[in-house]
């Protein structure tokens, strides 16, 4: 449920018409008007607040898997419940994973986090600027405060090996940022200037702010409302209270079923902040594995007419 899929593919100029919300402009304001007037947004109070607005705010954007799902393969009832059921069950899987080996869900979390932000750059064809970008959401944070993101990393993976991946983000952090430059470079000269301009924004802001506020910045006011937009196309014919109910259904269901699982099993960090990343990781893997394989089938529906024109 971390996103959906999106209807967008080859060099779209991402930017304008909506998918850079002035909200996140907003937000991005208040974040430097805060920082500057030298409130505490790394104290507890103010980490909470920022853990719930995105969970709260980032979950929504991918509770359309599943409607999506339905719309693009016109499964019936008992397919479409094998399929929701595949989907709860590698959640699931990845839930298991933080109690049984943590520092590998860790790194798992980290790479479909990449790969999944990276998505976002569709004006971008070469998939090593894609990956670069994604990675430098995970990365800018180490470079500026790597005690917080390293003891963040420790919490969630139970241990010292947390500290081991945050030295290897503070390590790839240069050349993915260097990478992301270009590929901020590219995307302004392809025309998705607002989005180049956004995204050099909260690279900054995850440099410079605390990690948990800088995240929250992204994922909920530049990566989701996206995303939200790419659903809402697709699924044109829903209702706006089927949306809303769907929206705030499937992430209650998500937020609920991770904290049923956490009341009852013992090895889960008491941190609030790394069990919602650890949530965002649950939610995560099988929305890359299906939007991966819905992004192919819309390839090939795309394909299909040229095919055929080219064999008459």
Known sequence: MMGAVSTNHHRVQIGRGGVVSAAFWLAGV???????????????????????VFVAGGLPHGAYDIA?????????????????????????????????????????FLIVAAIHFGEDWTMIDEPLL???????????????????????FVSMAGGPGGEVVAQAMIALAPVALLVTGVGIGVAWHEGARE?????????????????VAGFALFFVFLH??????????????????????????MSAFAIGGWLVFATHVEGLPTDI?????????????????????????????????????RQT
């Open 130 to 152: 894609r990956m670069a970008a994604g990675t430098a959401i995970i990365a800018a944070p180490a470079i500026g405060h790597p005690a917080t993101v390293a003891q963040l």
């Open 195 to 211: 989005w180049a301009a956004a995204t050099a924004l909260a690279i900054l802001a995850l440099i410079v702010m605390p990690p």
């Open 68 to 108: 999506l799902l339905a719309r693009s393969t016109g499964l019936r009832s008992g397919g479409l419940g094998l399929a929701v059921m595949a989907y709860i069950g590698v959640a699931a899987t990845m839930s298991v994973l933080w109690l049984v080996t943590p520092v590998v869900a860790l790194i798992l």
């Open 224 to 249: 989701s409302p996206r995303h939200i937009a790419a659903a809402r196309t697709v699924l044109a014919g829903m209702s706006r209270t089927m949306w809303l109910a769907t929206g705030a259904g």
């Open 30 to 52: 208040y974040l430097v008007i805060a920082s500057a007037a030298q409130l505490p947004l790394d104290g507890p109070t103010a980490t909470t607040i920022a853990t719930l």
């Open 273 to 309: 902040t790394a069990q919602a990343f650890q949530l965002l990781a649950a939610v995560a893997l099988p929305h890359l594995l299906l939007s991966r394989w819905l992004e192919r089938r819309l390839e090939r529906r795309l394909e299909l007419p040229s095919a055929v024109l």
